[in-house]
């Protein structure tokens, strides 16, 4: 029996896989370019004094924070592969704006990994795509749905709402259309695979995908229900 209704745990290990690999490289690719990378003396001083740090834990800490900043950019790209395994989803992989198709529920979507990966100016170029894909009578994708998901929301609550960003050229929002939504990861991964709660059980797997993983050598989480409680405070769930 599969760990997940949605997803079968071939394609379930192979996109942990592919996500160990890329924290692996990204580690890898900060301590070679650690040393050609101009640190800020000043900062490194006030760090150190300020947060009690020792020469060594800072350096560890640095190294783990620009590896964090790499990773945190294919986690977007992990949720896509999981989700484009869904029956009746397609994966639409990199390049272009949009990252997952179904024809049959006529849905599309741009999938960010937190509230803040677009931000400003660049959320109204958004918009402008996924409306020129549901409007134009000449777009494959004419009346379909087009959903720009937020994994990560900006505060602990659910939402499925119209996506409306402010347009600063024009001093006021994009209209309301009932074709281009904005939605929390909670709430998609509940619209995606039919299962209510479907985000909190991959998130509670991910362990025992994880330890089982060749990419990791006897790693174990002795706590996990520390990192439960920061996916409570991200959801409310």
């Known amino acids: 029996m ?3 209704a ?3 745990d071939e394609d379930l290990e192979k996109a942990v896989e592919n996500m160990l690999l890329q924290a692996t490289h990204a580690l890898k690719k900060v301590e070679t370019k650690f040393d050609s990378n101009v640190i800020d003396p000043f900062a490194a001083v006030f760090e150190m004094a300020g947060f009690g740090l020792d020469e060594e834990t800072w350096l560890v800490n640095e190294r783990a924070r620009k590896a964090q900043k790499t ?3 294919h986690v977007g ?3 896509q592969s999981v989700l484009g395994k869904v029956a009746g989803w397609a994966n ?3 390049g272009g704006g949009l990252d997952l ?3 049959e529920r006529k849905i599309i979507a741009e999938i960010k990994n937190k509230h803040n990966t677009v931000t400003g100016g660049k959320l109204v170029h958004v918009y402008t795509e996924l409306d020129d894909c549901v409007m134009q009578k000449t777009s494959l994708y004419k009346d ?3 959903y720009y998901v937020e994994i990560i929301p900006k505060k602990p609550r659910l939402y499925d709402v119209p996506f409306r960003p402010s347009d600063k050229a024009k001093g006021s929002r994009k209209p309301e259309n009932v074709l281009i939504r904005k939605i929390d990861g909670y709430s998609f991964y509940n619209l995606v695979t039919g299962v209510d709660g479907a985000l909190y059980q991959l998130f509670n797997v991910l362990p025992d995908v994880i330890q089982a993983s060749k990419s990791v050598t006897n790693y174990q989480f002795h706590d ?3 990192l439960k409680a920061f996916f409570k405070a991200a959801f409310g769930k």
Do not use: E, W
């Open 2 to 4: 599969p760990r997940l």
């Open 6 to 8: 949605f997803i079968s």
């Open 71 to 73: 990773l945190s950019n």
């Open 77 to 79: 790209d992990f949720h």
């Open 92 to 94: 639409l992989g990199k």
């Open 101 to 103: 198709l179904s024809k």
């Open 144 to 146: 379909y749905t087009a």
């Open 224 to 226: 996990f229900d520390f």
